[in-house]
Structure formats: C-alpha cells, structure tokens
C-alpha cells in the first residue's frame, strides 16, 4: 500500500520523537486526523505479579479474580498521574482526552497540528525508544510513557476456500451432518457451479461436537447458557440475518448476539465491510461451540487501535457485563510489530505494552483470552506479501517473507495461541487421525503462485498452515518453564484445534450497488461455503472454555480465567490428544516446525477434549 505524504509526515515525526506508531492519518483534511493513545505511567510489575498468583493452579490466589474496576485502581494511573498527563496533553493545544477502563492510556482525538506538538514536546521531555520490549525511557519522571497514534489493520488470520479437501481414505464421513433443511449444502461441494474437490464434504457442526468432546455436554444441558463471549473485529460488519440462517440450518439455537462498536459510530454495514467473513465465521464458530452464550462482537473501526478495542471488551458498562472469555482471531507478524511503524498499519511496540496490558488486567479479572497462531505456518510474515515482482530482489524477499516468525497477540504472555490440525474422522465422527496443518505438505497443494500480466511475470506466496514458533520479543512464560518446555523464549502455540478449509459456514453478505461482497462464491442465494484457519480454531476453543465455565459456576468454582497454565499443568492432560504427524514448515525451510510426542511448535500440546477440559477446570478450582 503507498504511503501519503501524510502519513510518511507522522511517521517520520514520530520517529525523531523516538515514539511508537501504529498507524497513520487517513481522513485528509478532517479536524481530527487520529486516535493518539497515551500510555500512562502505571504499576506494570505489581499487575503482572498479580495476574501470576490468580492464574498458577499451584498459588494460593488461584482463581481470586477481582474486578477490573478495583485491578484498575491498584494498578493503573493514579488520578494525580491522569491530571498530569492532561495538563502536558493541554500545553500542546489538547483538551478531549478519555481514559480507558484499566487506567492503563488515554484515548485522544488531534489535529494533524496537535499531534506535531505532541511529538515535538515528547522529543524535548527526552523520551526514547527503547531496545526489543519497546519500553520507552525517560530522562525524568513523567506522567506520559508512550505515545501511539491511529490503528493497525490487523489482518485477518482466516483464509476462505470455495470447496473443501477430499480424501480416499475409508473412514471419510460422506455424508454425516445433521443439517436442517440445507443438506444439498453440505453433501456436495459448495459450489452452485459443481467445482471444488470431487465428493468433497465440508465438516458441521455436530461432526465438530462429536470430534471434539463437546456432545457429552450439550447432552447434558451445558450448551453456554449463563456465559459470555467476546469476540475481537477490526473494520468487520455482522451480517445477523446469516448468523440466524446457519442456526435453522444446523437446529441451534437463535443467536444471542450483540454488537459494540469501537471508535466507530455504529456497528459497519456487512455488505461493503472487508473482513465480514471474518466476523462471521468467528461468530459461526462459537454458534458450533456454546450454541446458548452470550455473543458481543466488540467491532473497531478501521482505524480503532487493537489496545482500544481490547479496553473496550474489559469495559463491564459498555459490555453489559465482563466476557468470560475474549476470542482474538487477528494477527501481524511480530517482527513488523517490533519495527514500529514499517508500515501505516502496523502496530508497533508501543502499542503492543499496552495491548499486554489490557491482556494482563483481563488476566487478574479472570477472562480468558483466546488467540488465532496465524494461517502462514511457521511464518508468520508472509501474509505481509503480495505479487513479488520476477527480478534480481526476487530470492532475498521470498526469504524475508518466508523466515520463521511467529504472530502477535498469539505471542503475548497473556494470550493462549491456538494453532491449526487436520482430521480425519470415522463414520460415527470420532477421530481417526490428525496431523499439524499444512495444505502443502498435507495435500500437495502449492506455496507459490507466478503469473504473468502484461509481461510481468510476479510471486504470489501462497503457503498455509497452522502458526507456530519463538518469539521474537517475550521470554519462556513460567508455565512453559515448569513443563519442561525448552525453549529460548516463549512458544507457539499453545494447543491447536482442527483448521483446514472444510468448514460449513452461511455468508452472504453482498453489495447491492455493485453485486459484490466480501463473501464467496459471488451469489447470495447459495450463502454457503468452506472456510478455515486458525480464525476457526480461536472462536471454536473460546466457546469449549465457555462450556468449561459452565460446568464450573455449577460446581461453585471460579471459571477458568488464563487458560494456559491450567493447560501445561498435569491436571489438564487428560484433556489433550497429543498431534504427532506433520509440520507447519509450509516452505519447505527445514528449520521450523515438526511434531512429536508431547509438546512441538507446530501443534502444541496437542488438541483439547471439551468435557474432559470441564473436568480439569472443575477439579483445579476446587
């Protein structure tokens, strides 16, 4: 994407000012140019410590969550430190400022005037960037720490897919969903046309249930009621009519749905949105789940900065309540991240402190936070390429785009990174086999696409699989640490769930002007079609956590809060199925990663049985 003036202006002030940008400018001419976020000086030691003690199953404080409210108040900025901040904000000509729920930054409104003060007063203050962790330091005692402007366009981690894989082997189901009044839907390939995979079949959700150890508990009555998820959305609108179509279709229940929107005025219009697949597939999957929660899809606008939104799912008022669980399928590479601005919608070290931070409160309140590995395997920057053009640079930049990295929030200490699997499943829907996902290894699909137009003869990097790897930023977590994880600093993922494109979703959301849309395949009246990814896999797991909760409250135990170090713990490993096939190496480098018995980068511990995940949540809270 080609910067403006504009936007190489910001970012070249930002970084003399030695700040941390996530995005850019992007209403020319408008009064107000940005959302700067001011980042506070708060108490992050004292809430990390806290967050620890409530999420170790061997502390003492397992489980004694307090509220955000009071975590805000303990740990954020004191009222003292705010009307510092407020005073500096004014010297530069800023008046509307809103402080966010964890008392963690401020939320502000500026010209393209007021931002150029703010930056050259913050170089004056002597505030520098600091090395890998992005911490910024201060000559001087001060109410400000960072400065972060405008949002990121997290990318999506989904990929969709017209038709969904075959495979000869015996136990494929043919035919074994249990739809309403759509089978012709889902017993041929999903494509009005005939294309797709010959006797392709896409996975329900009941094959989902069966495979994954949820339909004990729906059985049972234990189907989400009482519980709440969030789901995280950038520039995504909900198409609700879709939502309901897929409940009639599989016999689920009406979605209990909301929608906030964040930085926006009103929830975005699924029929011109870009990423409304996304959103709905996110919603569709814990539709799959925990059929009877309590959905809000918390919706930043496409300049809503990924710690605003995340603030926004904390905030009880605007939730109506706390969500249980908070569902992240969105991503970006973390070295780009940690570059600071190498593109207008890249967020970069500042903003990831803060959206740790907000992660960290969550943590100590008990809401668990659920992260999509990525869909680009063991490289996670690869989905930052397009056409690479046919040139001497060609070599150098397949192998940029193709090194190991891993995807933030996935990587963040505070977040449980859900890779990707597949599956294949016996005529009763149990598990036959699974393998890491990997369409290229798995399937024989390509990693590259070239073509040619007009002469031009580009590379399209295709590769897709399951995220996994070290981290570029964050030391080995203590949970690893204890479970005999080795590793240099932190690893993903955590667990994985099933991902490859063989999913059953609704969407048919399109544009009346133009008859385009953001869902395939292009004709409204066929709204079905197989998606995947590990933006499957998140939502899928946050709506088992959900069930988990459940069983908990029934048992008068705290719900689960931070999932994973219950999930290396060995009161958890009853309810993980070891992946031992495959790799997520999607480009054949060699280096990265491959399974095996017990933990790997490619798969995690492996993936989660629902009722026996309940089991180990009920037993540990107890």
Same mark, same amino acid.
């Given at each position: 994407?080609?910067?403006?003036?504009?936007?190489?202006?910001?970012?070249?002030?930002?970084?003399?000012?030695?700040?941390?940008?996530?995005?850019?400018?992007?209403?020319?001419?408008?009064?107000?140019?940005?959302?700067?976020?001011?980042?506070?000086?708060?108490?992050?030691?004292?809430?990390?410590?806290?967050?620890?003690?409530?999420?170790?199953?061997?502390?003492?404080?397992?489980?004694?969550?307090?509220?955000?409210?009071?975590?805000?108040?303990?740990?954020?900025?004191?009222?003292?430190?705010?009307?510092?901040?407020?005073?500096?904000?004014?010297?530069?000509? %800023?008046?509307?400022?809103?402080?966010?729920?964890?008392?963690?930054?401020?939320?502000?409104?500026?010209?393209?005037?007021?931002?150029?003060?703010?930056?050259?007063?913050?170089?004056?203050?002597?505030?520098?960037?600091?090395?890998?962790?992005?911490?910024?330091?201060?000559?001087?005692?001060?109410?400000?720490?960072?400065?972060?402007?405008?949002?990121?366009?997290?990318?999506?981690?989904?990929?969709?897919?017209?038709?969904?894989?075959?495979?000869?082997?015996?136990?494929?189901?043919?035919?074994?969903?249990?739809?309403?009044?759509?089978?012709?839907?889902?017993?041929?390939?999903?494509?009005?046309?005939?294309?797709?995979?010959?006797?392709?079949?896409?996975?329900?959700?009941?094959?989902?249930?069966?495979?994954?150890?949820?339909?004990?508990?729906?059985?049972?009555?234990?189907?989400?009621?009482?519980?709440?998820?969030?789901?995280?959305?950038?520039?995504?609108?909900?198409?609700?009519?879709?939502?309901?179509?897929?409940?009639?279709?599989?016999?689920?229940?009406?979605?209990?749905?909301?929608?906030?929107?964040?930085?926006?005025?009103?929830?975005?219009?699924?029929?011109?949105?870009?990423?409304?697949?996304?959103?709905?597939?996110?919603?569709?999957? %814990?539709?799959?789940?925990?059929?009877?929660?309590?959905?809000?899809?918390?919706?930043?606008?496409?300049?809503?900065?990924?710690?605003?939104?995340?603030?926004?799912?904390?905030?009880?008022?605007?939730?109506?309540?706390?969500?249980?669980?908070?569902?992240?399928?969105?991503?970006?590479?973390?070295?780009?991240?940690?570059?600071?601005?190498?593109?207008?919608?890249?967020?970069?070290?500042?903003?990831?402190?803060?959206?740790?931070?907000?992660?960290?409160?969550?943590?100590?309140?008990?809401?668990?936070?659920?992260?999509?590995?990525?869909?680009?395997?063991?490289?996670?920057?690869?989905?930052?390429?397009?056409?690479?053009?046919?040139?001497?640079?060609?070599?150098?930049?397949?192998?940029?785009?193709?090194?190991?990295?891993?995807?933030?929030?996935?990587?963040?200490?505070?977040?449980?990174?859900?890779?990707?699997?597949?599956?294949?499943?016996?005529?009763?829907?149990?598990?036959?086999?699974?393998?890491?996902?990997?369409?290229?290894?798995?399937?024989?699909?390509?990693?590259?696409?070239?073509?040619?137009?007009?002469?031009?003869?580009?590379?399209?990097?295709?590769?897709?699989?399951?995220?996994?790897?070290?981290?570029?930023?964050?030391?080995?977590?203590?949970?690893?640490?204890?479970?005999?994880?080795?590793?240099?600093?932190?690893?993903?993922?955590?667990?994985?769930?099933?991902?490859?494109?063989?999913?059953?979703?609704?969407?048919?959301?399109?544009?009346?002007?133009?008859?385009?849309?953001?869902?395939?395949?292009?004709?409204?009246?066929?709204?079905?079609?197989?998606?995947?990814?590990?933006?499957?896999?998140?939502?899928?797991?946050?709506?088992?956590?959900?069930?988990?909760?459940?069983?908990?409250?029934?048992?008068?135990?705290?719900?689960?809060?931070?999932?994973?170090?219950?999930?290396?713990?060995?009161?958890?490993?009853?309810?993980?199925?070891?992946?031992?096939?495959?790799?997520?190496?999607?480009?054949?480098?060699?280096?990265?990663?491959?399974?095996?018995?017990?933990?790997?980068?490619?798969?995690?511990?492996?993936?989660?049985?629902?009722?026996?995940?309940?089991?180990?949540?009920?037993?540990?809270?107890?």
């Amino acid at each position: 994407m080609p910067l403006s003036v504009t936007r190489l202006a910001v970012c070249a002030l930002t970084a003399a000012a030695g700040l941390s940008v996530v995005g850019a400018a992007t209403a020319s001419g408008a009064p107000v140019v940005a959302r700067v976020l001011v980042g506070l000086d708060r108490d992050e030691p004292g809430l990390v410590a806290h967050a620890t003690r409530v999420s170790d199953p061997e502390s003492r404080s397992y489980r004694a969550y307090e509220s955000v409210r009071a975590l805000a108040r303990r740990f954020g900025a004191s009222d003292a430190t705010v009307a510092r901040a407020r005073s500096e904000l004014a010297r530069a000509g %800023v008046r509307r400022s809103s402080l966010d729920v964890t008392r963690g930054f401020l939320i502000v409104p500026v010209t393209a005037s007021q931002l150029s003060r703010l930056q050259g007063g913050a170089q004056e203050a002597g505030r520098t960037a600091g090395a890998a962790g992005g911490v910024i330091g201060r000559r001087r005692p001060d109410a400000i720490t960072e400065i972060v402007v405008d949002a990121p366009r997290l990318l999506p981690a989904a990929r969709a897919s017209r038709s969904s894989h075959s495979t000869s082997s015996p136990h494929w189901p043919p035919n074994t969903g249990t739809p309403r009044g759509c089978a012709k839907g889902v017993a041929t390939p999903l494509d009005p046309d005939g294309g797709g995979s010959p006797g392709a079949t896409a996975f329900t959700p009941n094959q989902f249930q069966v495979a994954f150890g949820l339909t004990p508990l729906h059985r049972a009555g234990v189907q989400g009621q009482g519980q709440h998820i969030a789901l995280f959305q950038s520039g995504a609108g909900v198409k609700r009519a879709d939502a309901r179509t897929f409940a009639r279709c599989f016999g689920l229940p009406e979605p209990n749905m909301r929608i906030v929107p964040v930085g926006t005025p009103r929830p975005l219009d699924p029929d011109i949105a870009p990423t409304t697949q996304e959103a709905l597939l996110d919603v569709q999957a %814990v539709q799959a789940s925990a059929p009877r929660a309590r959905i809000t899809v918390v919706e930043g606008g496409g300049r809503t900065s990924w710690p605003e939104v995340l603030s926004a799912a904390l905030d009880e008022r605007r939730m109506r309540g706390l969500p249980d669980v908070l569902s992240i399928s969105y991503g970006y590479c973390e070295r780009a991240v940690q570059g600071g601005g190498a593109a207008p919608w890249v967020g970069g070290p500042g903003a990831r402190r803060l959206a740790d931070w907000v992660m960290a409160t969550a943590a100590g309140a008990g809401t668990s936070v659920i992260a999509a590995a990525g869909d680009s395997g063991a490289a996670a920057c690869a989905h930052a390429y397009g056409g690479v053009p046919a040139g001497p640079g060609m070599a150098s930049t397949v192998a940029d785009a193709t090194a190991n990295w891993v995807a933030y929030p996935a990587s963040s200490p505070w977040a449980t990174a859900v890779g990707g699997t597949t599956m294949v499943l016996r005529r009763d829907n149990t598990i036959w086999s699974q393998a890491v996902w990997n369409d290229q290894e798995s399937f024989g699909f390509p990693a590259f696409d070239e073509t040619t137009d007009d002469g031009q003869t580009t590379l399209d990097i295709l590769g897709a699989g399951g995220g996994g790897g070290t981290s570029l930023v964050y030391a080995t977590p203590p949970w690893q640490a204890s479970a005999g994880i080795v590793s240099p600093r932190r690893a993903v993922p955590d667990v994985s769930m099933y991902a490859r494109k063989g999913i059953v979703m609704v969407c048919s959301a399109h544009d009346p002007a133009t008859g385009d849309g953001p869902c395939p395949p292009g004709d409204a009246s066929w709204p079905y079609t197989a998606v995947g990814g590990t933006s499957y896999s998140a939502p899928f797991l946050a709506g088992v956590v959900a069930l988990a909760n459940q069983r908990a409250s029934a048992a008068g135990v705290p719900r689960a809060g931070f999932l994973s170090p219950l999930l290396y713990s060995p009161g958890a490993r009853p309810a993980i199925r070891d992946v031992r096939t495959g790799s997520n190496d999607v480009f054949g480098t060699g280096r990265c990663c491959f399974a095996g018995p017990g933990y790997d980068q490619a798969s995690g511990l492996g993936t989660v049985n629902a009722a026996r995940l309940a089991d180990a949540v009920v037993r540990a809270g107890r």
